[in-house]
């Protein structure tokens, strides 16, 4: 595990005067000179502008295609010793029913596999990180491992996490807890992991998901696409799943944009 990274500066390290012509006070400048540092720990990569550039096979995909694939080294990451990890883009479902790129990681555990020739496979739907291009996961110093993903690492499965369209690769606008599209995603990833690395994988599979991401495993549950038991799917966890999304919205309105604090909340900057 490397701790001792370099991040680059972020966009929000503005010097007083310039902060101040936004109407950001003294107590707003507090906040940031907190949550900066923090943001950096989460996103703080130099951006990879020519891998989440959008690759010229995408024009004749379809989806579930596999566009890009690269290792990622993870001795430059913030992750559990042993893993093996790539990021890869592919062809996913918009919102509209075009076809968009997207792009994730998919991760190996230090272990054979346990019945000796696949490993079982989880994807894994993370909860939120931001809506910027450059707030995906597959180029985040720790590929957003809040003890997450990371926890099925030790139990042997290999995992497939997309980013959501719309982050990374900006083809399309990234659309917030549209969960129809993060189920497409979810869905698409699975079957371009599979072209990526043929064999490797268990037929059968699972999806958990956390916050934003519980939202989206609970609609890939309800996809025609896996209600055939010939998909091979086993179903979904739902943690916290963020299934509500008006009555959630009123609560933080009413709730939390009054406090003074308001800024700290992910869900008053998400909901803007």
């Given amino acids: 595990m490397n701790t001792s990274r370099n991040s680059p500066e972020s966009p929000m390290q503005r010097n007083t005067a310039e902060l101040e012509s936004y109407g950001c006070n003294a107590s707003c400048q507090a906040i940031l000179s907190v949550s900066n540092p923090a943001d ?57 029913g075009t076809n968009v790129p997207s792009s994730g990681f ?13 490993f079982r496979l989880i994807t ?54 549209a969960f129809t599209a993060h189920a497409n995603d979810i869905y698409y990833s699975v079957q371009a992991a599979r072209k990526a690395f043929p064999g490797m994988f268990t037929k059968e599979w699972a999806s958990i998901g956390h916050s934003r991401g519980g939202g989206a495993v609970w609609k890939l549950s309800e996809h025609p696409l896996v209600q055939k038991h010939s998909s091979g799917y086993l179903g979904a966890v739902a943690a916290s799943p963020a299934s509500k999304l008006y009555d959630m919205s009123v609560e933080t309105f009413e709730r939390m944009t009054p406090r003074p604090d308001f800024h700290q909340f992910a869900a008053t900057a998400e909901l803007g």
């Fill in 40 to 96: 950096l720990e989460t996103v703080g990569t130099e951006f990879d502008f020519d891998f989440y550039s959008t690759p010229n096979n995408f024009s004749y995909s379809a989806p579930g295609d596999l566009l890009k694939l690269q290792p990622v080294d993870s001795s430059d990451l913030n992750i559990p010793a042993g893993i093996a990890t790539f990021r890869f883009q592919y062809t996913s479902i918009d919102l509209d």
């Fill in 106 to 118: 998919i991760a190996f555990p230090f272990a054979s596999p346990a019945n000796g020739s696949q």
């Fill in 124 to 177: 894994y739907a993370r909860g939120t990180i931001g809506v910027h291009r450059g707030c995906a996961p597959s180029s985040s110093p720790s590929l957003f491992n809040y003890n997450s993903w990371a926890q099925l690492m030790y139990s042997g499965y290999a995992v497939v996490a997309t980013d959501y369209a719309g982050l990374g690769n900006n083809y399309t606008l990234h659309k917030y807890s």
